[in-house]
């Protein structure tokens, strides 16, 4: 937060009078920025934003800043941004930049753009963090609403910005908001009425300090929730069954075991939900098409959500039975002479390559590398021990890569993604697999996971075009 209790007078105004003719300045000006920006446009406010990134690196949210005719700066934040009522801050903004310091000392509040967005929302709010599993499970909860036949935008950290689809979700719909620890960094109000915490696990430490600071920030997703509200949390994660999470909402748990308390778990190879004390069946686990343990989690989770909301057990188990996953989520590439390519990009911490390596049954060669987190590589030694058959390191990780896990597994570095795939499939053999699961940030190397698992899927379609794969198929 900008500034201590920012919100008191601000949470006293109707939504209309909080935009209206407001001076409202953006710091930020990647999508959520921009789309926040426009939206504030459209209500009748008065947006300013402002970006540090060079000129030359934001074309394209210049020219749609232009086209709805929003004034902004580049190339630094100047006092301009500081001639506003309040301002809306970018997830990727850090909280101890200059100008917002200069904005903590002149009082002005200082929101989340997801908080900005839930003042205009007039749906019902679900909203999902974690460690891992975030985008799966809020991908999931939408096409199960759907199923059902309710109305859902899925947003947020995953696909459209929230505020980009806030103002057009109905009273009756839904909008299922993927959110991260920097967006909860600087919320105030922000109050779904069905919160999960999928899972915790030392994330984004560079950023956070401490695996303490970190979940007490996954924690504010739940603050503001009331009686009348919903916290699903799951019953493995050994911290949120320890930790007390202040919140007062009611409590539902998931698990993938038998469970006398859980709202979904499996009984006898089925998933089961929990509703007025009634166990129903919803599928048997073998129908679920997104493999590994944890996104059976994922779809325990999820259903949690959908039953919550009133769905029943057979609009959940069409949804379960039809999802095959996400992009750059343990997405099956294809094979080239025998071998599996699989891009995993947006494993962007341990723990997701851990799970990824749970679900990877055969031998395989592991890319990994990037922009460090602050989290050891160590944990994949246990998961990895019987599977690895090599590493490819790649950007700025590759030295603390090799010093963690070279001990344990032979490590290769290469200066590039498409070196990286071009080693692995000259190493590997038919059968094998081949799996971009980096552990790390990509904004050394890339603009974004979404970036980097691109950039490995056109590397694999140029071996599969190339002549290295034709030579590799003769032989």
């Known amino acids: 937060m900008c500034s201590v209790n920012s919100g008191d007078i601000e949470g006293k105004m109707t939504t209309h009078q909080r935009i209206k003719d407001r001076k409202i300045g953006i710091v930020g000006m990647a999508r959520s920025g921009v789309a926040a920006a426009i939206l504030a446009k459209q209500l009748g406010g008065i947006p300013f934003v402002s970006d540090a990134a060079p000129i030359q690196k934001l074309e394209a949210q210049f020219a749609r800043l232009k086209e709805n005719s929003i004034d902004f700066e580049a190339g630094g934040h100047t006092a301009r941004i500081l001639d506003s009522d309040y301002i809306i801050l970018s997830p990727g903004v850090r909280l101890d930049i200059d100008i917002l310091q200069k904005a903590r000392s002149k009082g002005i509040p200082c929101f989340s753009e997801i908080e900005f967005a839930s003042w205009v929302c007039r749906g019902t709010i679900v909203a999902v963090t974690g460690s891992n599993g975030k985008t799966t499970t809020t991908t999931l909860i939408g096409e199960m609403f759907k199923a059902g036949g309710v109305e859902a935008v899925v947003c947020g950290n995953v696909g459209l910005p929230f505020s980009e689809v806030a103002a057009n979700i109905p009273i009756n719909g839904v909008a299922v908001v993927e959110v991260s620890t920097f967006q909860l960094e600087s919320v105030e109000e922000f109050n779904p009425h069905i919160a999960l915490i999928l899972n915790l696990s030392p994330d984004h430490l560079d950023r956070h ?8 920030l996954k924690y504010r997703l739940a603050e503001n929730q009331t009686e009348n509200d919903w916290l699903i949390l799951n019953e493995e994660d050994k911290t949120l069954t320890r930790d007390k999470i202040k919140t007062g909402a009611k409590r539902a748990w998931f698990t993938t075991k038998e469970s006398a308390t859980a709202s979904a778990f499996v009984s006898d190879g089925t998933l089961m939900v929990r509703i007025d004390d009634r166990d129903l069946e919803v599928l048997p686990v073998s129908d679920i098409r997104i493999p590994g343990p944890h996104n059976l ?19 959940i188990a069409e949804a379960l039975r039809a999802f095959t996953g996400v992009e750059h989520r343990m997405e099956r590439v294809g094979k080239i002479a025998g071998i599996e390519f699989i891009n995993d ?20 060669y592991l890319i990994a590398g990037g922009r460090e987190k602050g989290a050891s590589y160590a944990p994949i030694i246990e998961f990895g021990r019987d599977k690895i058959k090599g590493i490819v390191a790649i950007g700025e990780a590759r030295e603390k890569i090799f010093s963690d896990l070279g001990k344990s597994f032979s490590i290769t570095t290469a200066g590039s993604l498409e070196e990286a795939v071009n080693l692995c499939f000259e190493m590997a053999r038919p059968g094998e697999t081949v799996l971009l699961s980096p552990a790390c940030a990509s904004f050394d190397m890339f603009t974004s996971f979404e970036h980097r698992g691109r950039v490995f899927k056109e590397a694999v379609a140029a071996l599969r075009r190339g002549k290295n794969s034709s030579e590799k198929v003769q032989s």
């Open 209 to 216: 300090g401490s695996f303490d600071n970190y979940k007490q």
């Open 297 to 315: 989690q994922n779809s325990a989770a999820a259903s949690v959500a959908a039953s919550l909301m009133g769905i029943g057990p057979d609009a």
């Open 345 to 364: 990009s947006k494993a962007t911490n341990v723990d997701s390559v851990c799970y990824a390596l749970r679900s990877v049954s055969n031998g395989l």
